[in-house]
C-alpha cells in the first residue's frame, strides 16, 4: 500500500480548498454587479531562507524552502496555505550531533497591519503583516556522535505545531513583490521536545528566516490586486472622482424661452418670442425674418404687398390679401394644366384645360397643407389626423380645379423594399380617407411614395416626424405611381420600427 506523507496530504487538501472543481464553481451564486470589495488575485509565492531548531543541542544554521497560497477575504485579513522542507542540524560538545528533516504544513491568517491605517495612497508599496496559524510537521531525526544516553534517532513521526511570524514584503510591479520573513514554529504532542533526538525540554522550537518571491495571478484587466496591497478607500475616493467629472445638469433658462441653457443655441432671446426646439426663433415662412421681427410672419417675403404705411411701420390689409390670393389663383389657372392629348395621358398641352376640369400648378394652396404622421409599421388614419385631413380637404372643396399629390413616407427602421410598399399602403390610405370620408373624386388626388428617402429628422431611429404623408398642389409633370411589389417582414428583412 502507497503510504503519504502529512505533507502530502495536507498540500492536496490545500489544493481543494483554493481551487474548488467547474461542478461545485457552478453552484456559486452569480457576483453582483457592484462590491465594496473588487474582484482580486490570489498570490502564489516560494520562499528559502534558514532553518533553525531551539533544542536541548545548540543548533547549527541550515536550510528550508517550499511555497504558499494567500488569498485575501479583505483589505486587512487573508488566509495562507504554506508547505514547508527544512533540514536541521544541531551539535555541541556535551550531548554530540544529529540532523532532522522536516516536512510541514500549515493554514495561516494573515493581518496586514498598515492597511488599519487609511490615506490617499491608492496602493501600498510595502505591505507589513503578521501571522498566526498551525498545521502538522512530520520529522526523522538522524544521531550522528553520541555523547550522552539521552541522544537517539527518531523514527519518522507527526506532531501539531503553532505557527508565529512576521513579515514585509515590497511591491515591485502589479504582478511581482519580494517579501522578507520570520516564524517560529512551535511543537505540540508527546514527542514535541524531540526534534533534536533529546527529550528534556517543554517542546522544541523551530525558527525560520527567509525570503519571499510572490506573484499575483490573474487576469490585470478584470481583477485587482490582492487587496492587502489596495487602499480600501480607493473604490470611495474613484466613485467620487467620477462624480465631480460629471456635468452639474442647470435647469436655468436665462431668456424664459422654455429651453434651458444646455440646450439653447440662442440665450438672447426676447420675452415671448416664440422659439423651436433649439431655442431659435421661429420663421414660419422662411423668408429669413424671424417671426417676433417680422410684420407678416406667415406670408413669404415675395407675396408681401406694402399698400400703405402706419407710422414707419409697414402694414398690410384685408384689400391686400384678397388681392394675394386672387393673383396665386390666376396662376394655378394660368400655370401647367391637364387635359386631353390623343395620347391617353388625359393631357391637353395645347389648350391647358383638363377633360375632368381638374387644375394643376403650385400656389398659395401650399400653404394649407398639413402632414399627418402615422404609428409605428402601421397605415391606418390616426384619429388624431382626421382635423389634419378635414383642413385638406375644405382647400380642395373651395378651389374645387385643385389636384393635389399625396406622397408616403417612412422612417429608417426597416428594409428599403419594405419601407416603399409602407410608405405607398400610407398614401393609399390618406387618399381612401379624403374620397370616402369627404367625397373629394380620386382623380383630383395623386399617389406617390418614396420610402426612406427625404426624412424631416436626420434619424436613422424610429421617428413620428418621418413617418408622414405629404401634400401638396400637383404639377402638369405628377403622374400616380405604380405600386410597388407588396414586401412582408420575413421577406423583406425587416429591422424592426418603421
Same mark, same amino acid.
Given at each position: ?280 426663433? @421661429? ?161 383630383? @388626388? ?53
Amino acid at each position: 500500500m502507497t503510504k503519504f506523507s502529512p505533507l502530502a496530504t495536507l498540500s492536496f487538501l490545500a489544493f481543494v480548498f483554493f481551487f474548488p472543481t467547474s461542478a461545485n464553481a457552478q453552484d456559486i451564486p452569480p457576483t453582483p454587479p457592484y462590491q465594496a470589495t473588487p474582484a482580486h488575485m490570489w498570490e502564489l509565492g516560494f520562499h528559502g531562507g534558514t532553518a533553525v531548531n531551539f533544542g536541548d543541542i545548540e543548533f547549527v544554521p541550515n536550510w528550508g524552502t517550499g511555497f504558499h497560497i494567500r488569498r485575501a477575504i479583505d483589505y486587512v485579513f487573508s488566509i495562507r496555505g504554506e508547505a514547508l522542507y527544512a533540514k536541521l542540524k544541531q551539535e555541541d560538545n556535551v550531548n554530540g550531533s544529529s540532523e532532522s528533516t522536516i516536512q510541514s504544513g500549515s493554514l495561516q491568517l494573515v493581518v496586514s497591519i498598515n492597511n488599519l491605517v487609511w490615506n490617499n495612497v491608492p496602493r501600498r508599496k510595502t505591505n507589513l503583516y503578521g501571522f498566526v496559524g498551525g498545521g502538522v510537521t512530520y520529522f526523522e531525526v538522524d544521531a550522528l556522535e553520541i555523547l550522552t544516553q539521552d541522544l537517539n534517532s527518531i523514527n519518522p513521526t507527526t506532531q501539531t505545531h503553532a505557527d508565529l511570524g512576521l513579515g514585509i514584503a515590497f511591491r515591485l510591479s502589479e504582478r511581482f513583490n519580494l517579501g522578507f520573513e520570520s516564524k517560529a514554529q512551535v511543537l505540540f504532542g508527546k514527542h514535541a521536545d524531540l526534534l533534536d533526538g533529546i527529550a528534556r525540554q517543554q517542546g522544541d522550537v523551530l525558527g525560520y528566516g527567509n525570503v519571499r518571491l510572490n506573484f499575483n495571478l490573474g487576469n490585470k484587466e478584470k481583477k485587482a490586486e490582492p487587496l492587502y496591497w489596495v487602499n480600501p478607500m480607493d473604490i470611495i475616493m474613484q466613485d467620487i472622482t467620477e462624480l465631480k467629472k460629471r456635468p452639474v445638469f442647470d435647469m436655468t433658462d436665462s431668456d424664459a424661452d422654455g429651453v434651458i441653457d444646455l440646450l439653447d443655441q440662442d440665450n438672447t432671446t426676447p420675452p415671448g418670442t416664440v422659439v423651436d426646439t433649439r431655442g431659435i426663433p @421661429l420663421d414660419s415662412d422662411n423668408d429669413g425674418i424671424p417671426n417676433n421681427q417680422d410684420d407678416e410672419p406667415y406670408l413669404p417675403e415675395s407675396s408681401k404687398i406694402v399698400t400703405r404705411k402706419e407710422g414707419d411701420r409697414p402694414v398690410t390689409n384685408e384689400d391686400d390679401v384678397r388681392k394675394i390670393m386672387g393673383d396665386e389663383m390666376n396662376k394655378i389657372v394660368n400655370q401647367g394644366q391637364r387635359g386631353t392629348n390623343g395620347d391617353g395621358n388625359g393631357k391637353d398641352k395645347n389648350s391647358g384645360s383638363s377633360s375632368k376640369g381638374v387644375v394643376f400648378g403650385s400656389g398659395i394652396t401650399d400653404w394649407f397643407l398639413p402632414n399627418v404622421h402615422f404609428n409605428i409599421d402601421s397605415y391606418k388614419v390616426r384619429y388624431a389626423e382626421y382635423g389634419s385631413l378635414s383642413s385638406i380637404a375644405k382647400v380642395m372643396k373651395s378651389n374645387p380645379s385643385l389636384a393635389i399629390v399625396v406622397t408616403g413616407f417612412t422612417d429608417k427602421t426597416a428594409s428599403d423594399s419594405y419601407n416603399l410598399d409602407l410608405s405607398y399602403q400610407r398614401a393609399k390610405a390618406a387618399i381612401e380617407h379624403l374620397v370616402s370620408i369627404h367625397g373629394i373624386a380620386r382623380s383630383r @388626388l395623386i399617389l406617390n411614395y418614396n420610402g426612406e428617402d427625404f426624412p424631416l429628422v436626420p434619424s436613422t431611429g424610429s421617428t413620428i416626424m418621418n413617418r408622414r404623408v405629404e401634400f401638396r398642389v400637383a404639377s402638369d409633370e405628377d403622374e400616380d405611381m405604380e405600386q410597388p411589389t407588396p414586401v412582408t417582414k420575413k421577406n423583406g428583412n425587416s429591422k424592426g420600427g418603421f
